[in-house]
């Protein structure tokens, strides 16, 4: 029999509709994983599915919107029902600014809308990841954070905010658990070919040239890029890795 990396281990991955977190869904179901997919597009949760089921692998799309706490618990309660166990979680769902304004005048609900995405609700998701995990001895927990959780971008004060705050989280948790076989990683993705980034650009036309300008490797990075590293951090090939960011970025940011 073929062996898998993560043959009959239950992943959940948040943001499954789209970019690096359908892909990262994509790639663990190759892997032989159990895939259980969360978001709030059900055509698009559904289609991934069907992708997932026509190469012959297993996913199930479960409707959630990580902004609501009932629709998180009943995330979390159909996982128990259905499987039992977690053994790995990708809190990838996340949202970016499209109108970039100054730190001063970011309307407030732009703020709470993506601090309640991107902080918050990474943070509901844990609490629930870590108690399951703590119940079952162990398991491997990766935040999608970004390059932006290491540095400021003009424009995007509540998403560099939240980025930030996710690695924080990260680490902390990664602390608080390291000896209950519980491994927590952030990934920092740089400029990946997603909606969240074809959207601006398509509102501000010289931002993929001034990207690329910051990037060494001159180009974007693709989903998948993004989700092999994601599965390298689920997997027992970085056993002795918790609390760290491991940035993927095409060289952005190494430059003095
Ligand atoms: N693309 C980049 O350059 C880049 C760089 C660094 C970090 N990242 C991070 O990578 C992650 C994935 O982004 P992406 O680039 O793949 O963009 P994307 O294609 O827009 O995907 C975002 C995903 O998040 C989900 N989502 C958004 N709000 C949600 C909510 N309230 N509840 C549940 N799911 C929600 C979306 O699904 P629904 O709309 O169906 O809910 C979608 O599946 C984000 O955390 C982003 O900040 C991206």
């Given at each position: ?19 690096i977190g359908?892909?990262t869904a994509?790639?663990?179901a ?7 997919m ?5 055509n ?8 997932i ?6 996913a199930?799309?479960i409707?959630?919107?990580i ?17 039992g166990r ?6 990838n ?29 990474v943070?509901l998701c ?5 108690g399951?995990?703590l ?10 954070a ?5 540095m ?23 602390l ?6 519980i491994r927590?990683?952030a ?8 909606r ?21 490797m ?19 090939e970085?056993?002795?890795m ?15």
């Open positions: 029999m073929e062996n898998k990396r993560f043959s009959d281990k239950v992943i959940l991955v948040t943001g499954a509709t789209s970019g359908r892909a994509v790639a663990f190759r892997e032989g994983a159990q895939v259980i969360a978001a709030r597009r059900e698009l949760g559904r289609e991934v599915a069907d992708e089921s026509a190469l012959g692998g297993k199930v799309f409707k959630t919107d902004r609501n706490p009932d629709e998180i618990d009943h995330l979390f309660e159909a996982i128990s029902k259905q499987y977690l053994d790995c979680a990708v809190n769902a996340g949202l970016s600014s499209l109108t970039m304004p100054p730190a001063t005048k970011i309307p407030e609900e732009e703020w709470d809308d993506i601090l309640n995405t991107n902080l918050r609700g943070w844990m609490k629930h990841e870590i399951r995990m119940k079952q001895g162990g398991g491997v927990i990766v935040n999608t970004s390059v932006l959780g290491l400021g971008s003009s424009g995007l004060a509540a998403y560099c905010a939240s980025k930030h705050g996710v690695i924080g989280l990260t680490k902390t948790a990664a608080e658990y390291a000896h209950k076989n927590i990683n990934i920092c993705p740089g400029p990946i070919r997603t969240m980034m074809e959207a601006p650009m398509e509102i501000y036309p010289n931002m993929l040239e001034m990207l690329l300008a910051k990037t060494p001159k180009r974007m990075g693709e989903s998948e890029e993004i989700a092999g590293a994601v599965l390298w951090l689920c997997s027992d970085s056993s002795f918790t609390g760290k960011e491991l940035v993927v970025a095409g060289g952005q940011g190494v430059a003095a």
